[in-house]
Structures are given as structure tokens and as C-alpha cells.
């Protein structure tokens, strides 16, 4: 369990980003993955057991439009946009399954690494 | 399309609704909410908890407690698109300020659902509407609804036609070389200009207009616009004298009454509310940046409230809010105006005001909140209030500067012990 929790706090970007799908899916925590136009590319299986969506109905639409509205606002999406250099832990509440549900989100991204990341752990 | 169980299709729905749905208890406890509701309440909460429709919009509207605890009915809409008014100042002026609408329905005893949506864009348009509308109104009504002066530019009546008689119930005649202000008795607690102040903006832009309330010779009060043209002999004179257009706009002035308390006041303690304070506070900086005229700002902040409504419970707390809104409002001068900004903080403006004489209120106030005592079956409560003051000079004209360090010696009044009034970067008890 600990190794996991460091797990979310510690994987590096650029470890996430060479990991194959199923590499991914196997992560305790949730993951999702996108480019500077929001379009979500991947959608690990944790966060598709949490959010109750089939990550083949989440890829390919906006993120912060039609799955994570919740997140579109300065405290997460609009830092993607101002901040080209991000790691950073905040605690958030998310509306999983339409229930308020306390988070703790990590920020992903790096000047040189064209996909952005955030973990999601319950 | 991907086979999708009918929960997942409804979740994906639900996700991506632009609209912000919520589900609550009677006290607020958020059972269920979708993302778009989240999107506006996270931030609006900050530290306070965001799983609670009240606590999370007790900064931006504490009023929403009280509208649902006085509806009477078992079921029914309580209220429909109250408007939120979540930013004061104008933080980016290319963005319209954020407004949020909230309506609420009652399912049963203990259910409530709650919408939330941003219609800021909508209300940004409802302004530049009713400004053009003004425009049009004094363009297009009948001529003989004005009465048209000439006046010097000492404000001296040059020319007056009978329509100022009617409209005002002066003389014509009688009024020439007499000056027009002593004659129009603008109503000054609205913060309008004084005809010498529209005077000096007509000489720079060539025009000023503005609406208020206005007095007749028999002591009537009149809905006027006032137009206020410059006039130059020469093709780069400075203005010899101006035109002035006075329309009599006709108002039922109770609907109209009950129109403004609705939107301007709090619904609690009956103070102007943010969206009033707001607007007055962006009047009165287009005034300071028109004529450098002084502003200032006193935040007020009760100390330890919460200990108040835990002990005491809501009722007594809200007795104790009006009251304080009570005793503050009694002491403001007479175009300023105090506002409940959130749950028990209040903010007084003070247009024409310098810092010497808002940090004297200030002081006056602190004074009368804790001189207040409200009756409660444990005995005789009392309360102090943590000040702070700026004014608009200490700020280069930045309202939301302005607000930040009016907060910050608030703030600085709370550490140097509470019960105090800060300004500058002294404190004083």
C-alpha cells in the first residue's frame, strides 16, 4: 500500500508517458492523459472503475468539456495553460459517479513532453 | 458507437451537461452533484466545505440560507435564477465579471435540487442594453417632454423654456441668471454627479448624461436624465456655455421600490448586497478617474462569529447580523453605502471620503458593534468587529487593489488582536 501511495506522489512524467496501456491500467491510482488541445488520448482503468466510463467513449473527446468540468477552472485546467512546468499535489473534490468525492490530484507536465498527465487518487 | 449500458450512457450525460445540477439536504449536505456544479462551487468555497451547498457559497451568498428557511410551501420553487455576483472588482477587464445563477426547488421535507449556471455573459449584455436603451429614450421620445436651458459655465441659467416650468414647477422667467444646481436639488445618497461635476466631463468629452432622482419647487421627487451638452463659439474655444436637457421619466415608483430592494439589498439584514456594492464601487471609480474624487473602503469582519451561531444557533446570529447592518447603517454619511459581502463580513464605500475621515468611521463603527448587546436565554450576547480601511489613492485607482488592501488590514486587525481598527501599516485599538 505505501509503495503504491509513493507511486502516485513520485512517478516521474516521463516513466508514465513510456508505459504501455495495460502498464497503466495496472496503476492503483487514476490516470488520464492528454495534449495541449484537451483531447483525452489515454484513460487508464482506474479512473474508468471510479468515473464509471468506458475509457473508449472518454478518448477522443475534450477533457475539461465533457468529462471533467469540475476541473475547469483556474485551480487545474487553466494552470495546463499558464504553466508550462507542472508537479504539484493539491487536494480537490471531484463529482465521481455524481458523488462528491474528496481527491488528492497530482499536475503532470514538462516543457519537452507534448502529453500532459493527472493522477487521480482516492 | 460502442454497446454502453444504459448507467453509462446516463453518467457520460450527466458528465458532460453544461449546467450545474446538485442534490441536497435541507441544511445543504450535497448528495449528489455532476461536474458543472463543481466547476463554479470548488473555488467559491476555498477552505469552507465544498460538500455543502450553504457553506460553500456562505462568502458569495449567505442569503441563500435564509430564502430557503423562510419558504413556506412543502414543495415548489423557492427561487428562480438568483443571480450570484461572485466578483467585486474587475479583475481582467477584457472578461466579464463572473455571475452565477442559482435556482432552487424544494422536492419534499428534506430534498432540495439546486442548478447553477454562469450568465455572465448574458448580464454583460443586459448592461450594454440598458445603456443604449437610455440613449435611445432620450432620442427618440417626444420633444415636448424636455425642458431645454442654456447655462453658463458657472451653471448660471442663460435661457429656460416653459417646459421647465412644468417639469419643475420654477418660473421660467423667473430663473434666468439664477444658478441651476440651487434649483435641482439632486439627490446626492445615489451617488449621482453635481451638475458643476457633469459639467467639467461635458467640457472635456463634449457630453455627459445621467439618470437620478430629482426635486420639484413643491418638493416632489422626479425620475430625470439629465443631458449636458458643451457649446463653443470659436471651432477650438474651450465650451462658453451648455446646452441642458431635463426628461422627465415617469416611474411606479412602489413596483419600482420593491424592484430595487430586491436587487440591491440583502435579504437577511437588509443592507445592500455584494451586486449593489459592486456596482457602486465601479461608479465610483469611473467618478475618481473622471474628477479624482476620493473613495474609500472599510471591511468589517465580526470576530468569532461562528462561535456565535454554535452556541447560539442561526437565529440569534442572524439577529445579531442585522443588528450590527442596523447600527453601521445609521452612521454612514449620506452617499455612502455598507453591504453584507458574506457571511459576517460587511463592507461600508465611501465615495468623497479620504482616508482620515473612513479611518474615524471606522472607529465610530467598531465602537457601536461593540456596544450592541442582543438578548439570548443564556444571557446578554455581545460582539466585536476586526476594521480595515483603504482609499482608492493608495491604490492608483485599482479597484481590486483597493479591495485586497482594505482585506490585508483586516486581516492585520485580526492578528494585532481583534476588536481594532487598522489602516495605513499602523494599528490601533
Keep these: 500500500m505505501s509503495l503504491n501511495k509513493a507511486g502516485f506522489e513520485t512517478i516521474p512524467l516521463s516513466d508514465l508517458d513510456m508505459m504501455s496501456v495495460a502498464e497503466r491500467d495496472a496503476l492503483p491510482f487514476g490516470v488520464v492523459g492528454f495534449e495541449a488541445d484537451t483531447i483525452v488520448q489515454s484513460y487508464n482503468a482506474t479512473e474508468a472503475q471510479m468515473s464509471g466510463l468506458d475509457p473508449a467513449t472518454v478518448i477522443g473527446v475534450p477533457f475539461f468539456d465533457a468529462v471533467a468540468q469540475c476541473m475547469n477552472n483556474f485551480m487545474v485546467a487553466q494552470r495546463f495553460e499558464d504553466e508550462p512546468e507542472i508537479d504539484d499535489i493539491i487536494p480537490y473534490v471531484l463529482t465521481l459517479r455524481m458523488r462528491p468525492t474528496k481527491v488528492r490530484l497530482r499536475l503532470l507536465a514538462a516543457a519537452d513532453t507534448p502529453r500532459r498527465y493527472i493522477l487521480i487518487q482516492r | 458507437m460502442t454497446d454502453m449500458s444504459g448507467e453509462e450512457q446516463l453518467l457520460e450525460f450527466l458528465y458532460a451537461c453544461p449546467v450545474g445540477l446538485i442534490e441536497c439536504d435541507a441544511m445543504g449536505e450535497i448528495a449528489l452533484m455532476n461536474p458543472h456544479a463543481m466547476q463554479h462551487l470548488l473555488p467559491l468555497a476555498g477552505a469552507r466545505n465544498a460538500g455543502n451547498l450553504f457553506d460553500a457559497l456562505e462568502r458569495h451568498a449567505p442569503e441563500l440560507r435564509g430564502i430557503v428557511a423562510d419558504f413556506g410551501p412543502a414543495t415548489g420553487r423557492i427561487c428562480d435564477g438568483h443571480r450570484i455576483f461572485v466578483d467585486l472588482g474587475t479583475r481582467r477587464r477584457t472578461v466579464a465579471p463572473k455571475v452565477l445563477a442559482c435556482t432552487l426547488v424544494r422536492l419534499g421535507p428534506d430534498r432540495l435540487m439546486a442548478t447553477l449556471s454562469d450568465i455572465s455573459q448574458q448580464v454583460a449584455q443586459e448592461d450594454r442594453l440598458r445603456q443604449a436603451d437610455t440613449w435611445f429614450a432620450t432620442l ?152 479624482r474624487q476620493s473613495l474609500s473602503l472599510i471591511v468589517l469582519d465580526l470576530d468569532h462569529f461562528k462561535a456565535v451561531n454554535d452556541r447560539h444557533g442561526h437565529p440569534v446570529g442572524d439577529v445579531l447580523l442585522r443588528r450590527v447592518a442596523e447600527v453601521c447603517t445609521a452612521l454612514l454619511p449620506p452617499r455612502g453605502v455598507f453591504a453584507r459581502l458574506g457571511g459576517e463580513e460587511f463592507g461600508a464605500l465611501l465615495p468623497r471620503y479620504d482616508n482620515g475621515q473612513a479611518m474615524t468611521l471606522a472607529e465610530e463603527m467598531r465602537a457601536a458593534i461593540a456596544a450592541l448587546q442582543v438578548e439570548t436565554p443564556h444571557g446578554p450576547l455581545t460582539v466585536t468587529a476586526s476594521l480595515g480601511c483603504a482609499a482608492l489613492d493608495e491604490t492608483d485607482g485599482s479597484i481590486d487593489a483597493l479591495i485586497a488592501l482594505a482585506d490585508e488590514r483586516l486581516y492585520a486587525a485580526k492578528h494585532a488582536g481583534r476588536n481594532r481598527v487598522c489602516h495605513h501599516k499602523a494599528c490601533a485599538a
Excluded at chain 2, 236 to 252: E, M
Excluded at chain 2, 269 to 290: I, K, L, Y
Design chain 2, 140 to 291: 427618440l421620445d417626444g420633444v415636448s417632454d424636455y425642458a431645454a436651458l442654456t447655462i453658463t459655465a458657472d451653471g448660471r441659467i442663460a435661457t429656460a423654456d416653459p417646459c421647465f416650468t412644468r417639469q419643475t414647477g420654477h418660473a421660467f422667467a423667473d430663473v434666468i441668471g439664477r444658478n441651476l444646481t440651487d434649483l435641482l436639488h439632486t439627490d446626492a445618497s445615489g451617488g449621482d454627479l453635481r451638475l458643476d461635476e457633469q459639467l467639467v466631463i461635458a467640457a472635456r468629452d463634449g457630453w455627459h448624461l445621467q439618470e437620478g432622482w430629482q426635486q420639484r419647487a413643491n418638493g416632489d421627487r422626479y425620475w430625470c436624465q439629465r443631458l449636458v451638452v458643451a457649446r463653443s463659439s470659436g471651432e477650438q474655444a474651450p465650451a462658453s456655455d451648455y446646452s441642458v436637457v431635463l426628461r422627465d421619466v415617469p416611474r411606479r415608483e412602489e413596483a419600482a421600490e420593491d424592484v430595487r430592494r430586491l436587487l440591491t439589498c440583502d435579504h437577511l439584514t437588509g443592507a445592500a448586497n455584494r451586486r449593489h456594492f459592486g456596482q457602486v464601487m465601479q461608479r465610483e471609480q469611473a467618478h475618481w478617474q473622471e474628477l
